[in-house]
T-cell receptor, first 109, second 111 residues
Framework: RKEVEQDPGPFNVPEGATVAFNCTYS??????FFWYRQDCRKEPKLLMS???SGNEDGRFTAQLNRASQYISLLIRDSKLSDSATYLC??????????FGQGTILTVHP | DTAVSQTPKYLVTQMGNDKSIKCEQN?????MYWYKQDSKKFLKIMFS???????INETVPNRFSPKSPDKAHLNLHINSLELGDSAVYFC??????????FGEGSRLTVL
């Protein structure tokens, strides 16, 4: 089983849609959780951290379920500029961030 | 000012050659990394250095040798290049093991 698994998609949604991505992780001792965004042929950048209580940043909401070892990202009111690959990232030990393979999102007019 | 810069951005070379990629960060971070992103887009950690000391070496072949002359620089030298080494190599840095700041990547093609 992979350490971090995501549905690779692609997800194709119209502008204004709500879309959700899921991610599971295998190491129950994992300490911290993040979503990164990677545009085509660019470097990954931090989108948001994920906290046990859930957290929101504008149109983006992240949730963590430690019991089920599951992380989610919800994007509301999708914009064309949201088109990217979304990477689920888990810290399994100090200095080691493990990336999922990413979920491709395309938002179309 | 680019926070994490790596050079060169593109390398095209023949099998068996040796190549180096350089990375510098001006963020004052203590930790630097090399990640490899293959054709399937998986980003996998290769090495991590904290204040010039190697802290993570993820079963990378001996042909890959990182060097950190100071905490702002982490270079990657690859000997005897193989076809499977073709990938994008990302340098990154972080402070206190939090957010990773990536360079723009170095795209290596081995022919």
């Amino acid at each position: 089983r992979k350490e971090v698994e995501q549905d690779p998609g692609p997800f194709n949604v119209p502008e204004g849609a709500t879309v959700a991505f899921n991610c599971t992780y295998s190491n129950s001792a994992s300490q911290s959780f993040f979503w990164y965004r990677q545009d085509c042929r660019k470097e990954p950048k931090l989108l948001m951290s994920v906290y046990s209580s859930g957290n929101e940043d504008g149109r983006f909401t992240a949730q963590l379920n430690r019991a089920s070892q599951y992380i989610s990202l919800l994007i509301r009111d999708s914009k064309l500029s949201d088109s990217a690959t979304y990477l689920c990232v888990v810290r399994t030990s100090y200095g080691k961030l493990t990336f999922g393979q990413g979920t491709i999102l395309t938002v179309h007019p | 000012d680019t926070a994490v810069s790596q050079t060169p951005k593109y390398l095209v070379t023949q099998m068996g050659n040796d190549k180096s990629i350089k990375c510098e960060q001006n963020l004052g971070h203590d930790t630097m990394y090399w990640y490899k992103q293959d054709s399937k887009k998986f980003l996998k950690i290769m090495f991590s250095y904290n204040n010039k000391e190697l802290i993570i070496n993820e079963t990378v072949p001996n042909r890959f040798s990182p060097k950190s002359p100071d905490k702002a620089h982490l270079n990657l030298h690859i000997n005897s290049l193989e076809l499977g080494d073709s990938a994008v190599y990302f340098c990154a840095s972080s402070q206190d093991d939090f957010e990773l700041f990536f360079g723009e990547g170095s795209r290596l093609t081995v022919l």
